[in-house]
């Protein structure tokens, strides 16, 4: 099984400040690394697949890079309405894992 | 448009069982996985297992074996998932989420989910 750890685990950002949620995984996984945004009693959201696609619709400022076990999601210039908990999910192999997840709160 | 259009809440005791049901409209229900995955209270995504549509396949997490039984039923477009013998920590928000056929890919979209209180 693929344990997925993200970090941080929560971070208090300024409005237009830029973001870096890192996401490790206990094996190679190759670019089967996908991120997602949960606002608060929503259901889950898609911005990143595979890595460093955007996803249809997220706004530019949302992007993704990595390979291998190390994965990281970028937000350049954050915004009001980005606060909500972000998790990476990896569909390498079944059972499919999420990470623990890093919440953002805005100041 | 495409969309997982989920079961209302539930309410159980301890050791009884529920069946939740996600329902897909706007694309060919055949063509994709439908995956559950939970969220207790304050805490972070469980996947919990997958069925395909197609020839009604599954796989489910280990910690869930012998508990849960995913179901379809293509003339509704329907999916099912049964959790028996539920506990107190079986309590959370139940989503499906669909997949592109052959898996390895993302989850888009969710279904709005589906809040299970286990409460004596």
């Known amino acids: 099984e693929i344990v997925l750890t993200q970090s941080p685990d929560s971070q208090s950002v300024t409005p237009k400040e830029k973001v870096t949620i890192t996401c490790r995984a206990s094996?190679?996984?190759?670019?089967?690394l996908h991120w997602y945004q949960q606002r608060p009693d929503q259901s889950p959201n898609l911005l990143i697949k595979?890595?460093?696609q955007s996803f249809s619709g997220v706004p530019s400022r949302f992007s993704g890079s990595g390979s291998g076990t190390d994965f990281t999601l970028t937000i350049n210039g954050l915004e009001a309405e980005d606060a909500a908990t972000y998790y990476c999910?990896?569909?390498?192999?079944?059972?499919?894992?999420f990470g623990q997840g890093t919440k953002l709160e805005i100041k | 448009q495409e969309q997982l259009v989920q079961s209302g809440a539930e309410v159980k005791k301890p050791g009884a069982s529920v069946k939740l049901s996600c329902k897909a409209s706007?694309?060919?229900?055949?063509?994709?996985?439908l995956h559950w995955v939970r969220q207790a209270p304050g805490q972070g995504l469980e996947w919990m297992g997958v069925?395909?549509?197609?020839?009604?396949?599954?796989t489910y997490a280990q910690k869930f074996q012998g508990r849960v039984t995913m179901t379809r039923d293509t003339s509704t477009s329907t999916v099912y998932m049964e959790l028996t013998s539920l506990r107190s920590d079986d309590t959370a928000v139940y989503y499906c989420?669909?997949?592109?056929?052959?898996?390895?890919?993302?989850?888009?979209?969710w279904g709005q989910g589906t809040l299970v209180i286990v409460s004596s």
């Open positions: 999910h990896q569909s390498s192999s079944l059972p499919y894992s």
């Open positions: 595979f890595a460093s």
């Open positions: 069925i395909n549509p197609s020839g009604g396949s599954t």
């Open positions: 094996q190679n996984i190759g670019i089967s």
């Open positions: 989420a669909r997949e592109l056929q052959g898996g390895g890919t993302w989850l888009d979209p």
């Open positions: 706007g694309y060919t229900f055949t063509s994709y996985y």
